[in-house]
Every structure is written in structure tokens, then in C-alpha cells.
């Protein structure tokens, strides 16, 4: 719900008011369903295409939510368009929106977006920042939550103040163990784990060793990368540890590392993702004790993979203890 409101106010400029509510939204909803119908499509095509057909209510209910994610994005736009209209000038808005509507300097029209791009684009990065900054977060304090990791964290953020419950970011930039807690959950729980596919270009390329003519359909996922046990030895290890090594070691994995993929089509949010991911922790971790609750078996975090990961359990269980802070804690 929090992510889901975040980028609600930085796209539009308002929150989605998720938060404020006890049920989560229908949107949420439809995006569980959007990325299970779509993974299911994209690794079964000509099966996906036969069960399409069945009269299931329930199960054509599912598949219509790609249609409704856009009709989410179309309903969202026109009722930005209707409060603020398209001319910055007069709403003074900087939202994300503003900049998809409004041309650039020197740009020409055939340059701006059409009304249904715009919604569309507002229905990709809604979803695209809600699934993945929230799976990363359960999976980030369900690894503290059963880790001496976690008051190793605590005990190096206690120079850092809140505001408002909150830090500041630019205060956040040194902090070697949260650097390392975030990029060893990203290693192990990255939240798009599939492959990303990419195509040769045209007089194909040289490829370890190989020619891959062009237009010939490649990938390589993250998961698999990540887990290279010649540069991450004890793959399978929650071990922030191998983040605080020597700069060439770090380097040598960052070759891996890739959660956001790489290259020009790389994750466009991987910024906000890693702000928001910090300020959240930090917030967290200077408030509460966190414990893994015993409903929560190791089984129910095993990672589901519908192009988005999700916890096979369907649900992580903590307990958050209030810590006991001093006088002058903001907390």
C-alpha cells in the first residue's frame, strides 16, 4: 500500500489513499492477477491461447485485468487533465504526468505522447513501481527478522535522526551496512527475476566465443547471475558480508549484480526504487524490533515467478516491537 501510494503521488501528484484504507484497492488486486495471466501467457502461448476460451467466471474475470489496469491508467489521466489541466504554467505541478503531457523545449508534436500512450504509460509505471519496491521490502525484513544482521543495522544507523519519523536521504549515503543489506536481498530475492528478452541487431554479434545472428531472441536472468557461485560463494546465503569487501571483490560481483537488468532498457526507477527502499528500512529499523512470526514457514517464502517474484506462501507474517527510544528520537 505504501509503494502503491508513493508512486501515485510522484506520477500524479496525489496519493492513490491506500493506506488509508482497511481492503486494498481493486488495483492491486488486478495487478496480482495482470502478472500471473501475463506469465502464464508468455512462458504457455499457444496453451494460454486454448484455456482463454474457458467460460470460467472467475478465471475470464483474471484475464480481463490488463484491460482494466488501462482502463485504470485512462480514468486516472482524465481526472488529472480535469483538476489541473495541461499547461504547468497554471497548476505549478513537477509530477511525472506534467512531463509526459507538456513538450519539451525545441520539441516537435510528433514528438509528444497521444491521450492513450499517456494512459498507458500510467498504467505501466504504477504496477511497475508497486510489485517490485513492496516485494523487496517483505523480503528485505523477513531475511532481519531471523538475522543478526539486523542489530548490526541498528546499531550503525544510531547517528541518524528522524523527522517526522523519517530521514533525510542525502544523510543515508554512507551507510556501508544498508548499502549492503539492500544489494544482498536484491541479490537473492530480486523482484523481477525472469529473463528480459532482447533481440541481436541487425549483422549479429560476437557472444562468448559464439555469432548469434541477428535478429535472433537472447536473455540471460538475474537470478541465475546472482547466484554464480565462482563470484558468490555460498549462493544460497542471506550474507551481507560479501558487500563490505574489498572494492575490486565488489566490482567483480556488480558484473552480476544486475536486479534492475542493464543496458539501455534498463529498470527507468532504479533511483526512486533504491531512495525509497532506504528511507523505508531506516524508518523501520529505528523503530521496531522485527521478528519472523511463527505462521511464517520458510516454505511460504520461496519465490513464485510471474515475471514479478512473490512469496509462494502468498503472505509474510512479522511482529514489529516498538523499541524504547530516548527523549530526543523522532521516532
Given at each position: 500500500m505504501l509503494a502503491f501510494d508513493i508512486v501515485g503521488e510522484?506520477?500524479?501528484?496525489?496519493?492513490?489513499?491506500?493506506?488509508d484504507s482497511d481492503e486494498p484497492p481493486a488495483?492491486?488486486?488486478?495487478?496480482?492477477?495482470?502478472?500471473?495471466?501475463m506469465g502464464m501467457k508468455s512462458s504457455f502461448p499457444w496453451v494460454f491461447k486454448i484455456v482463454s476460451y474457458f467460460p470460467l467466471k472467475r478465471w475470464q474475470f483474471m484475464l480481463g485485468a490488463p484491460h482494466r489496469l488501462i482502463e485504470y491508467g485512462?480514468?486516472?489521466?482524465?481526472e488529472y487533465v480535469a483538476a489541473h489541466g495541461r499547461d504547468p504554467r497554471f497548476s505549478k505541478r513537477k509530477d511525472l504526468l506534467t512531463k509526459m503531457i507538456v513538450p519539451l523545449p525545441k520539441s516537435t508534436t510528433d514528438a509528444l505522447l497521444t491521450d492513450e500512450e499517456i494512459s498507458t504509460e500510467i498504467g505501466n509505471l504504477v504496477f511497475a513501481g508497486t510489485d517490485t519496491t513492496s516485494t523487496t521490502l517483505t523480503y528485505l525484513f523477513w531475511r532481519l527478522g531471523q538475522s543478526?544482521?539486523?542489530q548490526r543495522l541498528r546499531a550503525e544507523l544510531t547517528p541518524v535522526e528522524l523527522l517526522d519519523g523519517v530521514a533525510a536521504f542525502q544523510h543515508l549515503t554512507e551507510y556501508k551496512i544498508l548499502d549492503a543489506v539492500i544489494?544482498?536481498?536484491?541479490?537473492?530475492?530480486?523482484?523481477?527475476?525472469?529473463s528480459l528478452q532482447r533481440e541481436t541487431p541487425v549483422g549479429g554479434r560476437e557472444l562468448g566465443g559464439y555469432f548469434v545472428?541477428?535478429?535472433t531472441v537472447v536473455s540471460m536472468q538475474c537470478y541465475t547471475t546472482q547466484r554464480n557461485p565462482d563470484v558468490f560463494p555460498n549462493p544460497d546465503v542471506f550474507d551481507p558480508a560479501?558487500?563490505?569487501?574489498?572494492p575490486e571483490r565488489i566490482d567483480e560481483m556488480?558484473?552480476?549484480?544486475?536486479?534492475?537488468?542493464?543496458?539501455?532498457?534498463?529498470?527507468?526507477?532504479?533511483?526512486l526504487a533504491m531512495m525509497e527502499l532506504k528511507l523505508v528500512v531506516v524508518s523501520v529499523v529505528k523503530k521496531y524490533s522485527i521478528t519472523v512470526a511463527n505462521s511464517t514457514k520458510s516454505s511460504d517464502m520461496e519465490m513464485k515467478d510471474y515475471f514479478l517474484a512473490s512469496p509462494a506462501g502468498g503472505r509474510c507474517s512479522l511482529i514489529f516491537d516498538k523499541l524504547v527510544h530516548s527523549s530526543t528520537d523522532d521516532g
Open positions: 510522484l506520477f500524479l501528484g496525489k496519493s492513490f489513499g491506500a493506506l488495483y492491486i488486486e488486478d495487478i496480482d492477477r495482470y502478472f500471473v495471466a485512462h480514468a486516472a489521466f482524465e543478526e544482521w539486523q544489494a544482498e536481498t536484491l541479490r537473492l530475492h530480486p523482484p523481477a527475476p525472469a545472428p541477428a535478429g560479501r558487500w563490505l569487501a574489498a556488480n558484473i552480476l549484480q544486475m536486479p534492475f537488468s542493464r543496458g539501455t532498457r534498463a529498470c527507468l526507477g532504479k533511483n
